[in-house]
């Protein structure tokens, strides 16, 4: 069975464009829109790799992902994380949240191999 990811965003945009990539990449996806919904899908689901869209009127996302990595059960699961632009404040906040990866809406599909790669990575 193919390993999994959990995609959390609520645009088209990448988002459509990340589940074809990740599918060509020979990955399943289950996809979510609601930040609160992380931390459970991912422990019911246990992922290979989470990747979240930052920006969302539904919920705080970096504090769902801050949530799913706290929990011992999801703590080692990496997270690739994209914003529409690059913003040190959205940097420094992603990498404290837990973010290994974080990426913007322009670059996240064209370098996806690459930052799964990276993400896998174990240190």
Do not use: W
């Not at 459509?16 to 996806?29: A, G």
């Not at 930052?54 to 970096?62: E, I, N, P």
């Amino acid at each position: 069975m193919n390993p999994l990811v959990l995609l959390l965003h609520e645009k088209l945009m990448p988002g459509s464009q990340l589940v074809s990539k990740f599918e060509t990449l020979d990955f399943r996806v289950s996809t979510i829109s609601e930040p609160a919904e992380l931390a459970p899908a991912a422990l019911r689901l246990m992922p290979m790799l989470v990747v979240a869209d930052l920006t969302s009127r539904r919920g705080d996302v970096l504090s769902s992902i801050g949530g799913m990595l706290a929990q011992e059960a999801t703590s080692h699961i990496p997270v690739i994380a994209y914003a529409a632009r690059e913003e040190d404040k959205v940097r420094e906040a992603a990498l404290r949240a837990g973010v290994k990866i974080l990426a913007t809406d322009a670059t996240i599909v064209p370098h996806l191999p690459q930052f799964v790669e990276h993400a896998l990575l174990v240190e």
